[in-house]
């Protein structure tokens, strides 16, 4: 079994102080008991252990990461059972202060031949930076091989974030099969690895429990496809394993693992795919780094430890830049013409269709047909538009005429058949929080009448407020956190007590639910049933919706904590991709957002609540959240056709999804599905433009 340091062994930062002994010395040579990085706050420790050193980091209030007792370094010389195998490992055995660098080195020795070994640590802020290096000295080129890299926490645990991928275990997720999402409960055994392109901010991190106190720790990666890899497009993968009295965090130099099936990735919806012998074959002299980061600290509350990480990838990846990336005009006027294309009108009726082929107005999700009526209303006089007021009136006129029974009312609308159907609270609760902002927007307006609105909506929040305030009420997922902001709304509307009290009970029940993470926000989405940035997002709005109504500052923490997990499925990288349709147009993909844990594509939907992060930026005074919402909006712009239409499906990494003639990993990755052109991927643009004129935010 590790050892570890000591529980005073602290996170570095800057100011450093090291003790250490000259890189030329012989190695037997007595060794000093102690080299350090330190600032007074933190501590890398690296300590003499007989011949060799050993390295750790800590916090002085317990977290720590240490290296493997059988030594800083590992390389894997074989292959066998779809498996690395035929592990060598050593230990440093030289120390040198190089500036603010430490520079430790040894050597691997394999029956072919030895690799060169050295690390290169430097504190930077709140993380260590640590440039590994491979050097094979053997005279013969050697095959099948893997490099790693691993660091091992004090305690076993499941509370594991990879962003896009794995949160907190994916215990929701878990129960809609064996092969929708990745798992992870930290028992002993348990793997979970996957590919660097894969995860939306580059990081590994674990949260746990030491007696009364919580720490955790993260492992950052600078992404990057492996050197003389076996495979194309091969790159290295990020990930974790389960022990009985740790957790290793750990990357390999390619392959991946999910759910006890090695040497597969999950490559559409239901279904894992072969991805095996994902090997380097390496040259003799050849030469090969690799650069990560180390974290560890103090974790104030159980299920708040990846907001650590998750803060200090922004300042790590620093996602901020928008060069190169369309204009609010570019992308407004696109968005309308596309809005034109979907308008309908009937005998009976008037409204923006979600497909374009297909007579039917559909109310939240993908159709988002209410949409319009807001977005349209604010935006008539910037867009130059003077019919897109009457069209918003007329397509909210008739959605507010839609019945509403015990347990709400139905979404969907057919104009051919004059027929009203399907109900479900995502829909329903983005209908209402729409008609609401209309009706904010139109009051404001001589020329528009929002009587009917306002008593489609009154009908809606009677009955959900109802439901809500029920003490049989308790909803299945974070769905129903959709209806917070709207009862808000409706609170201010009409003044309504019903509606605040059902908004504040609701919020504390997701509250009580999602904050420590043992049921994390899921079941936002209609077309997946586990953790989804749809389920953060009703977290975050109902959060931050309430505490907009009261000011408690409690709500704006609940609401910061739903916003991270959110942000989470943000990508805050530009991920190179290989030929195909994304590299043919150079995609950015900094600020595109990953589906869900299930649904492993990008898309656009995390330009709804950019306002919202811009408002989160005021409120805690964070500039960086609102540069990343201006690069979120206007970097899902790219990709807009002639048209003005763009598809909802691209696909960074090795999945697919309704694209069932593509079966091979290899061909899966920078394919684009523009087929799929639902409306919600124009109203979100529309939505949040309008909300930021109003708030008076230029994105330019």
């Known amino acids: 079994m590790m050892s570890f340091v000591s529980k005073s062994v602290c996170v570095v930062l800057l100011g450093l102080a090291i003790i250490c002994r000259p890189l030329h010395a012989e190695m037997s040579n007595p060794l000093p008991g102690q080299t350090i990085l330190d600032s007074g706050a933190g501590r890398l420790e690296v300590t003499a252990r007989g011949t060799a050193y050993q390295v750790a980091i800590g916090h002085e209030q317990g977290a720590s990461l240490a290296q493997p007792a059988e030594g800083l370094w590992s390389v894997a010389m074989e292959w066998d059972n779809d498996w690395p195998a035929f592990w060598r490992h050593g230990q440093a055995l030289t120390c040198e202060r190089s500036g603010p660098w430490l520079v430790l080195t040894g050597l691997v020795k394999t029956d072919q031949g030895d690799w060169r070994m050295q690390d290169s640590y430097i504190a930077e802020g709140r993380r260590i930076r640590c440039v590994r290096r491979w050097?094979?000295?053997?005279?013969?080129?050697?095959?099948?091989?893997?490099?790693?890299?691993?660091?091992?926490?004090?305690?076993?645990?499941?509370?594991?974030?990879?962003?896009?991928?794995?949160?907190?275990?994916?215990?929701?997720?878990?129960?809609?099969?064996a092969e929708r999402v990745a798992t992870y409960t930290g028992r002993p055994g348990d793997e979970l690895l996957c590919e660097e392109h894969r995860v939306s901010m580059p990081f590994v991190a674990l949260e746990w429990q030491d007696g009364p106190r919580f720490s955790g720790a993260a492992l950052h990666t600078l992404a990057s496809p492996a050197s003389h890899a076996n495979k194309a497009d091969q790159w290295w993968s990020l990930g974790l394993t389960g022990h009985d009295q740790f957790t290793e965090l750990c990357l390999l130099s390619g392959p991946c693992s999910i759910n006890g099936k090695r040497g597969v990735v999950k490559a559409n919806q239901g279904k894992f795919f072969p991805y095996t012998d994902t090997y380097l074959n390496v040259p003799s002299g050849a030469v090969i780094e690799k650069t990560f980061y180390l974290q560890v600290y103090?974790?104030?509350?159980?299920?708040?430890?990846?907001?650590?990480?998750?803060?200090?990838?922004?300042?790590?990846?620093?996602?901020?830049?928008?060069?190169?990336?369309?204009?609010?005009?570019?992308?407004?006027?696109?968005?309308?013409?596309?809005?034109?294309?979907?308008?309908?009108?009937?005998?009976?009726?008037?409204?923006?269709?979600?497909?374009?082929?297909?007579?039917?107005?559909?109310?939240g999700w993908c159709g988002q047909?209410?949409?319009?009526?807001?977005?349209?209303?604010?935006?008539?006089?910037?867009?130059?538009?003077?019919?897109?007021?009457?069209?918003?009136?007329?397509?909210?006129?008739?959605?507010?005429?839609?019945?509403?029974?015990?347990?709400?009312?139905?979404?969907?609308?057919?104009?051919?058949?004059?027929?009203?159907?399907?109900?479900?609270?995502?829909?329903?609760?983005?209908?209402?929080?729409?008609?609401?902002?209309?009706?904010?927007?139109?009051?404001?307006?001589?020329?528009?009448?929002?009587?009917?609105?306002?008593?489609?909506?009154?009908?809606?929040?009677?009955?959900?407020?109802?439901?809500?305030?029920?003490?049989?009420?308790?909803?299945?997922?974070?769905?129903?956190?959709?209806?917070?902001?709207?009862?808000?709304?409706?609170?201010?509307?009409?003044?309504?007590?019903?509606?605040?009290?059902?908004?504040?009970?609701?919020?504390?029940?997701?509250?009580?639910?999602?904050?420590?993470?043992?049921?994390?926000?899921?079941?936002?989405?209609?077309?997946?049933?586990?953790?989804?940035?749809?389920?953060?997002?009703?977290?975050?709005?109902?959060?931050?919706?309430?505490?907009?109504?009261?000011?408690?500052?409690?709500?704006?923490?609940?609401?910061?904590?739903?916003?991270?997990?959110?942000?989470?499925?943000?990508?805050?990288?530009?991920?190179?991709?290989?030929?195909?349709?994304?590299?043919?147009?150079?995609?950015?993909?900094?600020?595109?957002?990953?589906?869900?844990?299930?649904?492993?594509?990008?898309?656009?939907?995390?330009?709804?609540?950019?306002p919202e992060i811009y408002r989160m930026g005021v409120y805690l005074k964070r500039d960086d959240l609102k540069k990343l919402a201006a690069v979120m909006y206007r970097s899902c712009g790219q990709m807009l056709d002639a048209a003005g239409s763009q598809g909802e499906q691209l696909n960074h990494t090795n999945f697919v999804q309704g694209m069932n003639h593509i079966q091979a990993v290899e061909k899966m990755r920078g394919t684009y599905r523009e087929d799929w052109t639902v409306y919600w991927m124009t109203a979100h643009f529309l939505n949040a433009a309008a909300e930021f004129q109003e708030m008076g935010v230029s994105l330019e």
């Open 298 to 363: 103090p974790v104030a509350r159980k299920g708040s430890g990846f907001q650590v990480p998750v803060a200090e990838t922004l300042d790590l990846t620093h996602p901020f830049s928008t060069d190169g990336l369309p204009t609010l005009q570019e992308i407004l006027e696109a968005k309308v013409r596309f809005t034109l294309s979907r308008w309908h009108e009937g005998p009976v009726s008037a409204g923006f269709r979600m497909y374009a082929n297909r007579n039917e107005y559909v109310m």
């Open 135 to 177: 050097q094979w000295t053997g005279e013969q080129p050697v095959r099948r091989v893997t490099l790693s890299v691993r660091w091992q926490t004090p305690k076993p645990s499941g509370a594991v974030m990879l962003p896009g991928v794995c949160i907190y275990g994916n215990p929701s997720g878990s129960r809609s099969g």
């Open 369 to 610: 047909a209410a949409a319009p009526g807001y977005a349209l209303l604010v935006l008539a006089k910037t867009l130059n538009a003077p019919n897109a007021v009457t069209m918003a009136a007329r397509a909210l006129d008739h959605l507010a005429t839609v019945p509403v029974g015990a347990e709400g009312f139905p979404v969907r609308y057919n104009p051919d058949e004059n027929r009203w159907y399907g109900e479900d609270p995502v829909s329903q609760g983005q209908a209402m929080e729409n008609v609401a902002r209309a009706i904010g927007a139109g009051r404001k307006m001589a020329s528009v009448d929002t009587s009917t609105w306002e008593a489609f909506l009154r009908r809606a929040c009677d009955v959900h407020a109802a439901r809500i305030l029920d003490e049989r009420w308790r909803p299945k997922s974070t769905s129903e956190g959709f209806f917070v902001s709207p009862l808000c709304r409706a609170h201010a509307l009409f003044g309504k007590d019903a509606y605040k009290q059902a908004a504040i009970k609701a919020a504390r029940h997701f509250a009580d639910r999602h904050l420590d993470m043992t049921e994390p926000y899921w079941g936002g989405t209609l077309d997946a049933s586990c953790e989804d940035k749809e389920g953060a997002w009703a977290g975050f709005q109902a959060f931050l919706a309430v505490y907009e109504m009261t000011r408690d500052a409690q709500y704006l923490t609940w609401a910061q904590h739903a916003m991270d997990v959110t942000l989470t499925y943000t990508v805050v990288w530009d991920i190179d991709m290989p030929p195909g349709r994304l590299r043919d147009h150079a995609l950015k993909t900094r600020g595109w957002t990953i589906v869900s844990a299930q649904n492993q594509h990008l898309d656009v939907f995390g330009v709804l609540y950019t």
